[in-house]
């Protein structure tokens, strides 16, 4: 999973059709919930369904229009900053009086400045929450895959108890990744230990050995104590 987050989310920049099928979609959501708060705040605004398809349909198209102008689906998330913002206030500022042109005809000009103002508000803050969002998960995610990566995968030798302790003190170590146990005895092998796996190298060949240790990437075994070690 962290190898899959690495190269394809941290890796690589999304491609910008997602990221205007994102924006487009928030957009369109928010109008069409600003319609909705101003049928039932002004319900004598003869606001219909077919109106209503009408309007939303103006400010998909005002949203297009407002996103090639301002090419914010340009913004790399993981590049992004605050600043980014204002171009996000340009375009949904353009979108509203695009907007506003078109349905003149459709709304009483006395309601169109309550739509406007509200479907500005609700876009614009939508907007801004879902980069904001996206850009915290990335350095979220980002964080947790340089940690991880900066500690040394290992395997403990053994399940005994000494192992298992030896699990459970490491368990938030900065230094080490245990990824599984390994110990000669097949009896316990394919098991699950303290939520990782159990291996057996007693009837493995080097070379299954080696295939196992570079699928893991571990690069040490860690013995519990000295006689472990001594014994094997």
């Known amino acids: 999973m962290r190898a899959f987050i690495k190269k394809y989310i941290l890796g690589r920049d999304i491609n910008s059709g997602v990221i205007a099928s994102i924006d487009l979609l928030i957009s369109t959501v928010s109008t069409a919930i600003s319609l909705i708060c101003i049928s039932l705040i002004l319900p004598n605004i003869g606001m219909t369904l077919k109106s209503g398809i009408l309007i939303t349909s103006a400010a998909i198209v005002a949203t297009l229009i407002a996103m090639a102008i301002m090419k914010t689906y340009r913004i790399i998330i993981r590049h ?25 005809a459709i709304l009483p000009r006395v309601e169109l400045l309550s739509f406007v103002v509200l479907d500005l508000l609700a876009t614009f803050t939508a907007l801004v929450c879902i980069r904001i969002t996206m850009i915290k998960v990335y ?84 013995f519990p104590n000295y006689d472990s070690l001594k014994m094997e």
């Open 80 to 104: 992004s900053t605050l600043f980014d913002i204002w171009k996000f206030a340009v375009a949904v500022f353009i979108k509203e009086i695009l907007t506003a042109l078109a349905i003149v």
């Open 139 to 222: 350095d979220v995610l980002k964080h947790s895959i340089v940690s991880y990566s900066k500690r040394t995968s290992i395997f403990i030798y053994g399940t005994s108890d000494k192992s298992t302790a030896l699990k459970i003190r490491l368990a938030n170590s900065p230094h080490y990744n245990v990824l599984g146990f390994i110990q000669h005895e097949a009896y316990a092998a394919n098991s699950r230990l303290l939520g990782v796996n159990v291996f057996s190298f007693g009837n493995r060949s080097k070379e299954e050995i080696k295939l196992l240790f570079d699928k893991f990437e571990v690069t040490a075994i860690l």
